[in-house]
């Protein structure tokens, strides 16, 4: 599937499932948003993913500070 142009929000992502996914997304050429409670854990996730492709940044945060 063709990403390219789309941006992708996913939520609890900077490990496990999540992570998979963000980096598919990225792969497939998605622009990604990463948001995880783990502010820490989302701003170096989201580094290390934009070193290989500059289109992911993170916004760390729960639903509570999202709305």
Do not use: P, S, W, Y
């Not at 170096?44 to 729960?62: E, L, S, W």
């Amino acid at each position: 599937m063709d990403f390219k142009n789309k941006v992708a929000i996913v939520t609890g992502d900077c490990q496990g499932i999540g992570l998979e996914i963000c980096r598919q997304l990225i792969n497939e050429g998605a622009n990604v948003i990463l948001n995880d409670i783990d502010t820490f854990l989302a701003n170096d996730i989201a580094n290390k993913m934009q070193q290989k492709n500059n289109n992911c940044i993170a916004h760390a945060g729960d639903e509570a500070t999202c709305m």
